[in-house]
């Protein structure tokens, strides 16, 4: 699964930018994508449900100083708007009114409907 959802990012404008903010760091956007797929994952389990969350706090601290440029975590942010589009992350972009700032993420919300046999 992640590598044909690699595919289909890889070929998006998002995903031949965030190609191009890696090619000088010597970073596989490949290799990234699983990663950040991969943490993220891993992250969701410990989330509150109404708690906005970032880019750098859904991979965690230790892959987050990994890359230390800012065109490498650019690109992660652009992995996971992408994992997030395509519903590949039980999360969902909160929308500011103005648009503008760092993206934020929300847990997905989920309507259970609970109903009582007689």
């Excluded at 993220?40 to 965690?60: A, D, F, H, R």
């Excluded at 230390?68 to 997030?84: D, F, I, S, T």
Aim: charged residues 20%.
């Amino acid at each position: 699964m992640t590598k044909a959802l690699f595919n289909e990012f890889n070929v998006t404008a998002g995903g031949q930018r965030a190609f191009g903010l890696l090619r000088t760091h010597g970073t596989s956007l490949q290799a990234m994508y699983a990663a950040v797929l991969y943490e993220v994952k891993e992250t969701l389990p410990g989330l509150i449900p109404q708690g906005l969350y970032t880019t750098e706090q859904l991979c965690g601290p230790e892959l987050w100083r990994s890359w230390p440029h800012v065109g490498q975590r650019r690109a992660a942010g652009m992995c996971l708007a992408h994992l997030v589009q395509v519903g590949a992350v039980a999360l969902d972009m909160h929308k500011t009114e103005s648009g503008k700032g760092p993206k934020h993420y929300v847990l997905r919300y989920r309507k259970v409907l609970v109903t009582c046999a007689d």
